[in-house]
């Protein structure tokens, strides 16, 4: 019997669950992932294309979704093609946006991987290329550790009429996947910004993921431009609970893109992944907010990350459930592996919060900071077994 699964998820953080779901083939997984990254070379894109989300989490994905390389090159190369991240060299770029248009050959090692693509892939890929050079021909664009992926996702967000979603879909298209994988939103731009208990202001996702004191982040907020010198000067100005009514009132919360609605009310199962949780979930929660209360899935696992992170400082697993629930999650289990580093805080009985908890080994044994994804997905669909035979 097939089950739905849905998986809210960030760039890295579900990789060996995502690779585990992918070996099953009953499962027809969708992934959520919400565009916000403007840290490093996503965020100097978001800058060059004005109105451009960022790709980078859908870039990741995309790479998991390639799925068992063995005794497929094609597959393997054109992961390493997405994957690869430019030096920036004049020499490189030139050659690059040479084999884009015409005949010219790139440098190694993009010339092998290129002659591996399937004709189909390999003239899609020069094409969306080739339509974001000829929009960096009119400016200079920083190309300096920019992975190749992400202008391949320029190029389909400048063919597809500058609709990321559409955009996505068509980059998508490329992995020739059963799994799908969808913007949690419309592809409205949006910028996330977070405030800290303490008052601090993290202006941006990069912020927000980045180093920073143990004071931890209270408010999210999607603003629809970024904060300028002036807004900061403002800002700076006020206390607490002056910066909270400001940026409540240019809050903006996007909506739920038509794809992930469908997603999740068709779902067995919901899956809240592990990862960034202030910058790659939360804020996807608060837009799905109604989708999940609506949702007649069963199952609504959120599965606690390993260890500790920037922006979860100080903050227990059970400070997670917390704000999960906060955002618009909606929990039937909590996944939490036996020998997790973050103290469960309120997690010690068998439920909380109305929410079961399943307690399992869940991280690799070889890499204990990694989740194990076979024994998370066995998990998970166990609890959807046993839910339905008790309905």
Not at 218 to 235: G, H, S, V
Not at 245 to 252: F, G, N, P, Q, T
Not at 259 to 268: K, N, R, V, W, Y
Not at 365 to 372: E, I, K, T, V
Request: overall charge negative.
């Amino acid at each position: 019997m097939s089950r739905r699964i849905v998986l809210f998820c960030g760039g890295r953080g579900s990789a060996t669950i995502i690779r585990a779901l992918l070996r099953q083939s009953e499962v027809e997984l969708t992934l959520l992932i919400n565009a916000y990254d403007d840290g490093l070379s996503t965020g100097t894109l978001r800058n060059f294309i004005p109105g451009m989300l960022g790709p980078s989490d859908f870039r990741k994905n995309l790479s998991y979704l390639f799925g068992d390389y063995s005794g497929d090159s094609s597959r393997a190369a054109l992961q390493s093609l997405m994957e690869y991240r430019l030096s920036g060299a004049a020499g490189e770029i030139e050659k690059l946006a040479g084999f884009a248009a015409g005949p010219a050959l790139a440098d190694q090692p993009l010339k092998d991987w290129f002659a591996q693509l399937p004709p189909d892939v390999l003239n899609r890929i020069r094409g969306l290329l080739a339509r974001f050079f000829g929009y960096a021909a009119e400016a200079h664009f920083d190309y300096r550790d920019c992975a190749l992926g992400n202008l391949v996702f320029a190029g389909a967000y400048l063919e597809q009429g500058e609709d990321f979603n559409a955009a996505a879909a068509a980059v998508a298209a490329l992995a020739d996947s059963r799994a799908k994988l969808f913007n949690v939103s419309e592809p409205q731009n949006r910028v996330l910004v977070g405030l800290k208990r303490d008052g601090t202001l993290l202006a941006s996702e990069a912020a927000i993921v980045g180093p920073q004191s143990i004071s931890p982040i209270t408010d999210l907020y999607l603003l629809e431009q970024p904060l300028a010198a002036a807004a900061l000067e403002a800002l700076a100005a006020l206390d607490t609970i002056g910066k909270q009514a400001w940026l409540s009132a240019r809050d903006a919360v996007p909506k739920l893109s038509s794809a992930a609605a469908e997603a999740l009310a068709g779902a067995d199962i919901i899956l809240y992944g592990p990862g960034t949780q202030h910058s790659s979930l939360f804020p996807s929660y608060r837009i799905a907010r109604t989708a999940l209360e609506e949702s007649p899935a069963p199952v609504k696992a959120l599965v606690i990350n390993l260890e500790s992170d920037n922006d979860i400082q100080d903050l227990s697993a059970g400070d997670i459930v917390d704000g999960a629930l906060h955002y618009g999650a909606k929990v039937s289990h909590i996944l939490l592996d036996e020998n997790c580093l973050l103290p469960p805080g309120a997690l010690t009985a068998k439920s909380y919060r109305g929410a079961r908890i399943a307690r399992a080994s869940l991280s690799s044994a070889g890499s204990p900071r990694l989740h194990d994804g076979d024994a998370v997905s066995r998990l998970v669909m166990d609890l959807c077994e046993r839910s339905r035979e008790k309905s």
